[in-house]
């Protein structure tokens, strides 16, 4: 007597696409981030809020998502880009909590670095996702070098602006890519295009 195995189900996942909710958290966050860096206004809650709230927790909420749909790479920079926020907050606002002693020029261009070094790696990645990701994370590389060298000192606050104009069409960038998936998904056919890769 032989005992047949049960048939294996295939569960379809008819979730939403958690990635344009985690590029437009960090799109916002990064251009008013920015803008302040060019020089427009002033650090103030207004960017510790986008910082906490937006880019910080809701990119981790659309990680934790995209983990769900077993994607690696949006886990990864998701997850990783919202405690950026988070951690950058934590840098300003510790030491006027009495916390923390405030960061000096060395530290925070070793921040800012390492964060570039992981972008750069992640910008490689994008060669097998599309365009407009390749852009994205092209312009958060070159971004994160402007600030670094903006922050070694002295420190050369002329730097540190044209990053800020620099980070604006980053945000721009990411802002295009996360708003380009949802109109092609609502209207069901490319609005936007985000040249997606093709394997040869």
């Avoid at 569960?11 to 590029?23: E, K, M, Y």
């Avoid at 709230?53 to 994607?71: H, L, S």
């Avoid at 604006?168 to 998936?181: D, N, R, S």
């Amino acid at each position: 007597m032989t005992t047949a195995l049960p048939a294996q189900l295939a569960i379809q996942d008819t979730t939403a696409n958690p990635a344009p909710l985690g590029l437009l958290a960090f799109a916002l966050t990064t251009i008013l981030l920015n803008l302040h860096n060019a020089g427009l206004f002033g650090l103030d809650a207004m960017i510790v809020a986008m910082g906490v709230f937006y880019g910080g927790t809701a990119q981790v909420i659309a990680g934790i998502f995209e983990w769900k749909k077993k994607n690696t790479f949006a886990t990864t920079a998701f997850i990783s880009y919202g405690f950026f926020w988070l951690t950058l907050c934590g840098i300003i606002t510790f030491p006027k909590l009495g916390l923390a002693a405030a960061p000096d020029k060395i530290s925070m261009a070793c921040f800012l670095g390492i964060w570039g070094l992981m972008s750069f790696v992640l910008f490689l990645g994008t060669f097998r996702l599309n365009r407009a990701l390749q852009v994205t994370f092209f312009l958060l590389v070159v971004l994160f070098a402007l600030l670094v060298a903006g922050d070694i000192p002295p420190g050369n606050p002329q730097l540190t602006r044209i990053a800020g104009y620099e980070g604006i069409l980053t945000g721009l960038a990411a802002m295009y890519t996360g708003l380009a998936q949802v109109l092609n998904e609502v209207y069901g056919r490319v609005v936007l295009p985000l040249g997606p890769y093709q394997p040869k």
